[in-house]
Nanobody, 115 residues
């Protein structure tokens, strides 16, 4: 069974940075899309950033210019570099990986932006 394991969440002050990682248990080039969503209590998961197998990337308007998604095929890992963090970025962040018939999810990483 394919697994996605996240790491790197935590508490950071406004204006700070965090790096989230998501390690897959198989070759990430077999997924046609990977990326990140986030969720706050009582709300739906919202799209944050996505990468398609052709290398193109998309971002939610709220994080453009502050967040950067990337991948390392040698480590079967994707990343979300988050800079200039704001209190409204506080959420549980989930990585995802899409196959033709299923979307896989990581276990979630709490990111809290607070002074």
């Amino acid at each position: 069974q394919v697994q996605l394991v996240e790491s790197g969440g935590g508490l950071v002050q406004p204006g700070g940075s965090l790096l989230l990682s998501c390690a897959a248990s198989r070759d990430i080039t077999t997924f046609y899309a990977m990326g990140w969503y986030r969720q706050t209590p009582g709300n739906e998961r919202d799209f944050v950033a996505g990468m398609i197998s052709d290398g193109s990337k998309t971002y939610a308007d709220s994080v453009k210019g502050r967040f950067t998604a990337s991948r390392d095929g040698a480590k079967n890992t994707i990343y979300l570099q988050m800079k200039s963090l704001k209190p409204e970025d506080t959420a549980v962040y989930y990585c995802y990986a899409r196959l033709p018939d299923v979307t896989l999810w990581g276990q979630g990483a709490q990111v809290t932006v607070s002074s």
